[in-house]
């Protein structure tokens, strides 16, 4: 009997596995969207089994930023500062160190970035942060993996980290996994193993 009950739970461990879905939110090319122009947002990715929400948040140095706008065009997604100068629709730090701050409805598990539009002459860095996670630099363009947990309520930050002459970079994508409902599947499995053991039991 103990090890038909181990066989089960390590099933529902698998199926929960299995339930986990990849969430991709695209930034660029997302102009007239609830979000764009604004500084803060709600993005909506629907899966097959769950609705995962992303709420955006503009940040300049370090704090909440009213004046500056999360920014998507036909080509890039950025942070518009207030303040003239700035590369409106990239990560700069001509008007202050931008950055996009992310906050799930549910627990995530942060997968990747992709970034773009790192070129010779730039000498702009970013770094990504999950929770109060050890900040990770990025120089170039390019698909980053990360694969760190982050709970519900817990902020993903993307920063603009130097300035670079006016240069900036482009934030495409950011890819995430759902976490599912805890060990939802493993308790389906083991109710159904005790149902078996009560009929079992009943015929002796």
């Known amino acids: 009997m103990k090890k038909i009950i181990a066989v089960v739970l390590l099933m529902g461990a698998a199926l929960d596995d299995v339930c986990a879905e990849l969430f991709t939110f695209d930034l660029v090319n997302k102009n007239g969207a609830s979000w764009d122009g604004a500084s803060s947002g709600v993005c909506t990715n629907a899966g097959s089994g769950l ?5 955006m948040f503009a940040y300049l140095n370090g704090s909440y930023s009213f004046g500056s706008q999360l920014n998507s065009t036909a080509t890039e997604f950025g942070m518009n500062a207030a303040g003239a100068g700035d590369a409106t629709s990239l990560f700069d730090t001509v008007n202050g160190q931008e950055a996009l701050w992310v906050s799930f409805n ?3 598990t ?3 970035i992709a970034v773009s ?3 010779g002459g ?6 990504y942060q999950v929770a109060s996670g050890s900040l990770v630099n ?8 990360i694969d760190a947990a982050l709970n519900q309520g817990s902020y993903f930050k993307v920063i ?16 995430v996994e759902a976490v599912p409902e805890p060990a939802t599947a493993s ?3 083991l109710g159904g193993l005790m149902a078996w053991v009560v009929r079992r039991a009943s015929r002796k």
């Open 51 to 55: 609705t995962l929400e992303a709420a």
């Open 106 to 108: 549910r627990a995530v």
């Open 110 to 112: 942060v997968k990747s």
């Open 117 to 119: 539009s790192f070129t």
């Open 122 to 127: 730039n000498v702009e860095t970013g770094a």
């Open 138 to 145: 990025f120089t170039a363009s390019g698909t980053y993996t």
């Open 160 to 175: 603009a980290m130097n300035t670079g002459g006016g240069n900036g970079w482009i934030l495409n994508s950011f890819t």
């Open 187 to 189: 308790l389906a499995a």
